[in-house]
Each structure stands twice: as C-alpha cells, then as structure tokens.
C-alpha cells in the first residue's frame, strides 16, 4: 500500500488528489497538511508537517511556496521523496529544492498534465524542425484565481523552446511566418487532470532510490518502458 500525505490537502487541488486516491488500489492517503487543520476527509490534517509521526512513502504537494521550508524540513528528517506541484518558488527557494535533492527523491513539474509535458517533447522537435523562419508566441488563458503570470506551464514551454533554438524564445504555443501557423494547443477540462499526474508522479518517486531531481520526462520514459 503507497500510503501518501497530501500539503494542501483543503485546497481545490488537494482535495482532487485526495478524491483520486479514493478510487485507486493500493493508494491511501495517510493525512494532510493544511494551514488550517479542517478534517475535510478520514485522515488527520496538521498544521506543522512535524507535528505528524505515522508511516508515509511519499508527500504531494499541492500549497503555497510559504510552506516549502516546513515541507523540506520535514521530507529530509524522514527521508521521504516529494513531489512538488506547488509554482511561483524564488531564486533562493529553487536552490533550496536543488539542495534538498542532493539527499532526497524530489519530482518537480511546473504543470503535472501528462498531455502537457508530453506537449512539451513535440515543442522541442517543432522548435528544431521549423527554425528562426517562424516567430514564436504562447497564448495562455486561465480561472480568474491563477496566482502567478507567466503560469509555470508557460515558461516550461518558453524553455522547452529555447533549448532547439539557437536564440532564446519568449513564448511558445504558436509559431507563425507571413504565410503559415503551426499551432498546438492543450484544454485541461477539469482539476482531475493535474490530480491524475501528481499521483502518477507519486507512484514513479516512491520507487526511486536514488537522491535527485526527477521531473515529467523521467516519468514518462518510465511509462513507455
């Protein structure tokens, strides 16, 4: 049983993992972090991560870059792998996540889709194939409560881009020229989406014993195996 504690666990989106757990064998949500300890569901909620001293193979975190520290803290004393679904981190808090790596599983994704981040590979080949003769733009729409803009899908893509491009890009989605588009477009039409993924990425860095950064396309080479 991958038995999962769930940051976030009152938001809308850790509510939906926990609702995607429910349905799934082998999978148990074993409690919540949240800072507000409402018990919504049948497991504890805390506040501190710390104040929690039961079993757990993985924790997802579906919060606020505020809780990361207590979240690193906590994953490095139990060595316990996490999967960051969390965006909008600073400079000096992605160097934290780089050095909680060093000792600790750590899957990190700026959009957990599975379509998205397999989005990303074909966006990297059209980057390559189709060169500086077309210009690059992304178009992003998102619920009026969207925090954070550029979104992070947004500038996963802009990189994914740039890393076929011999310059750097600043949007992607479309790509145009005076006489043809090339477009791709991704529709997440419910939460369950980025649920789905989170817990797919659980699954993946529960069985991972090696220290490191592991993002999407670690999990996808795997489901290809």
């Given at each position: 049983m991958l038995k999962i504690i769930v940051s976030g666990c009152n938001g809308h989106m850790g509510q939906c993992v926990v609702c995607g757990c429910e349905g799934l064998e082998g999978v148990e949500v074993v409690a919540g972090f949240n800072r507000t300890p409402i018990k919504k569901n049948c497991f504890e909620v805390y506040s501190d991560p710390m104040s929690y001293e039961g079993p757990a193979d993985v924790v997802i975190d579906f919060?606020?870059?505020a809780n990361l520290d207590a979240l690193l803290e906590f994953?490095?004393?139990?060595?316990?792998?996490?999967?960051?679904?969390t965006t909008g981190y600073s400079e000096e808090q992605l160097?934290?996540?780089?050095?909680a790596a060093a000792r600790i599983p750590v899957f990190k994704s700026g959009n957990m889709s599975l379509g998205i981040n397999l989005m990303m590979q074909l966006v990297k080949r059209a980057a390559a194939v189709l060169g500086e003769s077309f210009d690059v733009e992304i178009v992003e729409k998102h619920h009026r409560r969207k925090v954070d803009a550029p979104s992070g899908t947004a500038l996963m893509l802009a990189d994914a881009a740039a890393s076929?491009?011999?310059?750097?890009?600043?949007?992607v989605f479309e790509r145009h020229r005076h006489d043809e588009v090339f477009e791709m477009k991704h529709t997440a039409l419910s939460r369950e989406v980025f649920a789905s993924g989170a817990i797919a990425a659980a699954k993946?860095?529960?069985?991972?014993?090696?220290p490191g950064m592991y993002d999407m396309d670690d999990l996808l080479r795997d489901v290809v195996k």
């Open positions: 919060s606020n870059p994953c490095l004393l139990r060595k316990i792998p996490i999967v960051l679904c160097h934290d996540i780089e050095k076929a491009l011999p310059y750097k890009a600043e949007n993946f860095i529960a069985t991972v014993k090696a």
